[in-house]
């Protein structure tokens, strides 16, 4: 048992020895020039479309010990499109508490449009109390096919001794294709 104690405990130093000029040299982003066509897979027997209309959960308010206020989470959407080429544009993400009564439009002032690999989120926030049946519609679009985008929600509470994660994906309602 000594042993095996010893082993970590050598372990856990070599892992966090590393110094600082290493770490920052690892941590240094440069600008890189990324071409879609250097990639050696072809693409093919994907189905492309034109746009969705999806159905997000998100759990913003946990029941817990029969307490009715429950265990309050904020959450973040979001929108990440796939396609090397191309723009997508997201038309509607309307957000929903438990009763199904609409809270609030994340895009009242228009539509947004994510270029090549973007991505854009939207937060729900901790003193939101929409409920455990709180969800988006989110609808986006593009003029010719494209690969489909990925759509996911992580709703988190980081609380000393209470914290909890959960990531949902959105169910596709409506698709054009």
Same mark, same amino acid.
Request: net charge negative; proline share 6%; hydrophobic share 40%.
């Given at each position: 048992?000594?042993?095996?104690?010893?082993?970590?405990?050598?372990?856990?130093?070599? &892992?966090? %020895?590393?110094?600082?000029?290493?770490?920052?040299? /690892?941590?240094?982003?440069?600008? !890189?020039?990324?071409?879609?066509?250097?990639?050696?897979?072809?693409?093919?027997?994907?189905?492309? =479309?034109?746009?969705?209309? /999806?159905?997000?959960?998100?759990?913003?308010?946990?029941?817990?010990?029969?307490?009715?206020?429950?265990? *309050?989470?904020?959450?973040?959407?979001?929108?990440?499109?796939? *396609?090397?080429?191309?723009? =997508?544009?997201?038309?509607? !993400?309307?957000?929903?508490?438990?009763?199904?009564?609409? !809270?609030? *439009?994340? /895009?009242?002032?228009?539509? &947004?449009?994510?270029?090549?690999?973007?991505?854009?989120?939207?937060?729900?926030?901790?003193?939101?109390? %929409?409920?455990?049946?709180?969800n988006f519609i989110?609808?986006? &679009?593009?003029?010719?096919?494209?690969?489909?985008?990925? =759509?996911?929600?992580?709703?988190?509470?980081?609380?000393?001794?209470?914290?909890?994660?959960?990531?949902?994906?959105?169910?596709?309602?409506?698709? =054009?294709?």
């Amino acid at each position: 048992m000594k042993q095996l104690s010893m082993c970590i405990l050598i372990a856990m130093i070599s &892992v966090f %020895s590393c110094g600082k000029a290493e770490t920052d040299k /690892l941590l240094t982003l440069e600008p !890189v020039e990324f071409n879609p066509q250097s990639l050696k897979t072809e693409q093919y027997h994907l189905q492309m =479309i034109r746009g969705q209309l /999806l159905y997000m959960p998100v759990y913003s308010n946990i029941p817990y010990n029969s307490d009715e206020a429950g265990f *309050d989470m904020k959450a973040y959407v979001a929108i990440h499109n796939t *396609d090397l080429h191309q723009n =997508i544009r997201v038309t509607k !993400v309307t957000y929903f508490n438990h009763d199904g009564k609409p !809270v609030y *439009d994340f /895009l009242k002032d228009g539509d &947004v449009s994510l270029g090549p690999l973007a991505t854009k989120d939207f937060h729900i926030p901790y003193d939101d109390k %929409s409920g455990i049946g709180a969800n988006f519609i989110i609808e986006w &679009v593009s003029d010719i096919p494209v690969t489909r985008p990925l =759509i996911e929600c992580v709703t988190i509470s980081l609380k000393p001794n209470q914290s909890l994660a959960l990531l949902s994906r959105g169910e596709v309602i409506r698709e =054009i294709k």
